[in-house]
């Protein structure tokens, strides 16, 4: 990175015209997205109003990118994560900006759900120290509405550098983090950390509370410890304990929403103010829709933005197979061969063969209909 350069000429938003950006560099014009555009905890108060829970779809290394948030976006989250992104390349390599951060000004200025709802795009970050966590604040908020720090991330490389669940053993590193960032942007800057449980509860009620004190303004508590698979249930339990004892900050619970019905389960045995689901949106991005399904048509909408923004065709892929209904033989056969696609123009082979998918502007375009009534030769068909 070119030190003499200002941080924002090195920042780059895919979509965004080229003269645009040039004039932001000069400073000419305002910024794309000034900060604060949706506050979260607007988002809180209005969901306590309207008696129901935030509805969260969680950061996924890989998988949080752009068409899939604009995705779980059009099928109601209220708050759509970004995958966790290490400040430490972000702000020192433009190729880690580049691959790491992709936004357009759709997402920046007219992101919507289908009911027309507001929501919060948070840019989830994975830091091991104040110098790296400004800068990359610094960078980064103007795109976003909040910041999250990832307090969880088992992975023991990351680990192993003092990043993600290496903060959960130091409450007082999070808290200087945390009031790093307050001191420095006030409350221009909404901040967020998502932790795990330690074995003793006890040890997590005193970290949240020294993180509530630190001035963050809402916490995610995925009910599992950094050595607990992800197999093994979540521990409502010790979500309830900490949302007992957290009076000031909203809580968020994470762990098992896989179904439209947990989201009530959940929220009513812990009391907490929003609920977060990953596995559960990565298998049916309509999850808060309150369908039990992905819809067709929800693959139609993932098509087209894959399209039109790009993806990986790995990604793509994966994002079809997790969204396949499960424990039909015909569905699970069709399963296995979409998993033998080796290219994106194999995968639109296999669409044709076995689906009727419609692209945008073509008429039913995302029309909800299930997977069944759109496969050729199922009952969808129209002869
Ligand atoms: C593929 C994948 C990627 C993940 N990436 C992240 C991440 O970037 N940041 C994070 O805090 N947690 C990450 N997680 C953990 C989830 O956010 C979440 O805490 C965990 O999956 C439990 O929620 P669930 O039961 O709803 O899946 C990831 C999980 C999965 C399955």
Same mark, same amino acid.
């Given at each position: 990175?070119?030190?003499?350069?200002?941080?924002?000429?090195?920042?780059?938003?895919?979509?965004?015209?080229?003269?645009?950006?040039?004039?932001?560099?000069?400073?000419? /014009?305002?910024?794309?997205?000034?900060?604060?555009?949706?506050?979260?905890?607007?988002?809180?108060?209005?969901?306590?109003?309207? @008696?129901?829970?935030?509805?969260?779809?969680?950061?996924?290394?890989?998988?949080?990118?752009?068409?899939?948030?604009?995705?779980?976006?059009?099928?109601?989250?209220?708050?759509?994560?970004?995958?966790?992104?290490?400040?430490?390349?972000?702000?020192?390599?433009?190729?880690?900006? $580049?691959?790491?951060?992709?936004?357009?000004?759709?997402? &920046?200025?007219?992101?919507?759900?289908?009911?027309?709802?507001?929501?919060?795009?948070?840019? &989830?970050?994975?830091?091991?120290?104040?110098?790296?966590?400004?800068?990359?604040?610094?960078?980064?908020?103007?795109?976003?509405?909040?910041?999250?720090?990832?307090?969880?991330?088992?992975?023991?490389?990351?680990?192993?550098? !003092?990043?993600?669940?290496?903060?959960?053993?130091?409450?007082?590193?999070? =808290?200087?983090?945390?009031?790093?960032?307050?001191?420095?942007?006030?409350?221009?800057?909404?901040?967020?950390?998502?932790?795990?449980?330690?074995?003793?509860?006890?040890?997590?009620?005193?970290?949240?509370?020294?993180?509530?004190?630190?001035?963050?303004?809402? /916490?995610?508590?995925?009910?599992?410890?950094?050595?607990?698979?992800?197999?093994?249930?979540?521990?409502?339990?010790?979500?309830?304990?900490?949302?007992?004892?957290?009076?000031?900050?909203?809580?968020?619970?994470?762990?098992?929403?896989?179904?439209?019905?947990?989201?009530?389960?959940?929220? $009513?045995?812990?009391?907490?103010?929003?609920?977060?689901?990953?596995?559960?949106?990565?298998? @049916?991005?309509?999850?808060?829709?309150?369908?039990?399904?992905?819809?067709?048509?929800?693959?139609?909408?993932?098509?087209?933005?894959?399209?039109?923004?790009?993806?990986?065709?790995?990604?793509?892929?994966?994002?079809?197979?997790?969204?396949?209904?499960?424990?039909? =033989?015909?569905? @699970?056969?069709?399963?296995?061969?979409?998993?033998?696609?080796?290219?994106?123009?194999?995968?639109?082979?296999?669409?044709?063969? @076995?689906?009727?998918?419609?692209?945008?502007?073509?008429?039913?375009?995302?029309?909800?209909?299930?997977?069944? $009534? =759109?496969?050729? !030769?199922?009952?969808?068909?129209?002869?």
């Amino acid at each position: 990175m070119d030190a003499a350069q200002p941080i924002k000429e090195q920042f780059i938003i895919e979509n965004i015209p080229a003269k645009r950006r040039r004039l932001e560099s000069t400073g000419n /014009i305002e910024p794309l997205n000034p900060k604060p555009k949706v506050d979260p905890l607007l988002i809180f108060a209005e969901c306590k109003e309207q @008696n129901r829970p935030v509805l969260i779809a969680g950061p996924m290394v890989r998988y949080s990118k752009l068409p899939f948030r604009e995705l779980v976006g059009l099928y109601e989250s209220d708050f759509i994560y970004t995958p966790m992104i290490l400040a430490r390349e972000f702000v020192r390599h433009r190729g880690g900006r $580049d691959s790491d951060f992709t936004t357009n000004l759709k997402e &920046q200025h007219s992101r919507q759900a289908l009911s027309g709802k507001k929501q919060c795009l948070i840019v &989830q970050v994975g830091a091991n120290n104040v110098t790296d966590l400004l800068r990359f604040v610094e960078m980064i908020h103007p795109y976003c509405d909040a910041i999250g720090l990832n307090c969880g991330c088992p992975v023991r490389e990351q680990v192993r550098e !003092g990043i993600g669940a290496a903060l959960m053993s130091d409450r007082f590193k999070v =808290a200087k983090f945390v009031k790093a960032v307050k001191k420095r942007w006030g409350d221009k800057v909404k901040m967020e950390t998502k932790i795990r449980v330690h074995d003793n509860v006890q040890e997590t009620i005193q970290f949240v509370q020294e993180v509530e004190k630190a001035g963050v303004d809402w /916490i995610t508590i995925h009910g599992r410890t950094k050595d607990t698979r992800s197999s093994v249930p979540v521990d409502l339990e010790k979500i309830k304990l900490v949302r007992e004892a957290i009076k000031r900050v909203p809580v968020v619970a994470n762990g098992d929403c896989f179904k439209p019905e947990d989201i009530q389960r959940i929220t $009513d045995y812990t009391k907490v103010d929003g609920v977060m689901a990953v596995r559960g949106v990565l298998n @049916n991005p309509c999850l808060f829709t309150m369908r039990s399904e992905a819809t067709w048509g929800a693959v139609e909408r993932l098509i087209s933005s894959v399209m039109e923004y790009g993806l990986p065709f790995q990604l793509a892929q994966h994002h079809v197979s997790c969204m396949m209904p499960k424990g039909s =033989a015909i569905m @699970n056969r069709l399963n296995k061969s979409l998993n033998e696609c080796t290219s994106m123009v194999g995968m639109l082979d296999w669409f044709d063969d @076995n689906f009727e998918l419609r692209r945008l502007r073509q008429e039913g375009f995302a029309e909800e209909r299930s997977f069944e $009534d =759109a496969r050729r !030769g199922g009952a969808g068909e129209k002869h």
